[in-house]
């Protein structure tokens, strides 16, 4: 087990009366007037913002709305939300949706008291020093980002879609109520389940030696969730699996599965997803049913044991050699992508095959990705034509 340090000072309010907990929380906080930030129209169908709205102003906090954030949020509606803040004197960010949502609200939350451009943050060009307090109610479980400290965002003039990590974006508090799940459309519940169990793989396989209780939280987590998510396509409005995700799927990416680890993970794979978002608008989950698969397949031979004992652990396979069981492992995970109904080739996702030199390009413009084995582009450009 590695030397580390373990921070995570967002306060989670879990359960069927969150909701109502956050504006008074706020309140308490001294705080007065926020942006509520939000997605397309499904808050306004779940109820989620009648009933913010109505304990907003029961608790004295006046808001002001700036809806429309998209999947694969972008830079563009960041900088109209970070000039609304600054002209109406706001002094908190509400954030009312997916990782989308949040993933901008901790953007604007960096670049309204920054005088450059925010984007400086997720090009490296500028270390985050301060940043408006964020608070969150989270409407669909899938990124962990309601409890964790980084964001994704997608810059569509240069093309680049690219995360930033900081201490300052971990959110204040965060509610979660799983019963207004009960409306995420399948593809989408599918997508959350996927990357929660790809967040999982991107620290499991980084070779760590004396994580017990680590390796055996993971491949908890990972069965747990592959559970989950079939019970949820059965019964969308099942609470009990609703909240059981909920919660599984933030212990993915809080930082709980990392600590002791060489490093946080991998995330290859998200860095290759990344650039098919960026180019394809394809959605962040899909990306990682075509891509992890085809990763831990190339870079399987860097630590056979921990990819072995994943399939041992995970689907029971127990024949064959270490290699073997490796390959079953990875075919496995594969096909129970597929019997969820998510994407598990890239030409599914409309990409043209000619696309991939460029991709591979996007994917390892800032330099090598991957920490298990450092991957050059011709190396994500085998992985990519293998996923294709
Ligand atoms: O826009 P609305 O109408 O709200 O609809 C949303 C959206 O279409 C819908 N939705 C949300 N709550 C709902 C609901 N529909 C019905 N009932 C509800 N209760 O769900 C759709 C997807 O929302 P989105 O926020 O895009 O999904 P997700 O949470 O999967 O976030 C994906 C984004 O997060 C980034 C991804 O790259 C992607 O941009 N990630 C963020 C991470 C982080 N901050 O740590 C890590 C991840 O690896 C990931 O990169
Ligand atoms: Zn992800």
Redesign the pocket.
Known sequence: MQDFVYYNPTKVLFGQDANAKIAPLIAQEGIQRVLML??????H??G?YSQLVRSLEENGVVFVECPG?????LLSKVEEAISLVRERGLQAILAV???????SA?AISLGVLYDGSVWDFYSRAAKPSKALPLYVVS???????EM?S???L?NETLGH?S?VTNDLLFPRATSIDPS??S???VR?TV??GV?AI??VLETYFDGTKDVELQMEYSEGLVRSIMRLVEALLKNPCDYQARAQFAWASVCA?NGTTWAGHLSRGDFAS?AM??SL?AAYDA???ETLSVLMPAWMKFVMAENLGAFSRFSERVFQESGGSREDRAAAGIEKLRGFFASLGAPTRMRDLGVPEDALPRLAADATRGGPVGTLKKLQAPDVLAIMQAAY
């Open positions: 939000y997605g397309g129209g499904s808050i169908r779940t989620v954030v998209k999947q694969n949020p949706g997916g990782g989308s949502v949040i993933d901790k409407t669909v479980s899938a990124t962990a980002s964790n980084t964001s994704v997608t879609k995360a207004v799940q409306s995420v459309p989408q997508n959350g990357d790809c967040h990416l998200h997803g990344h978002s959605i962040h989950g």
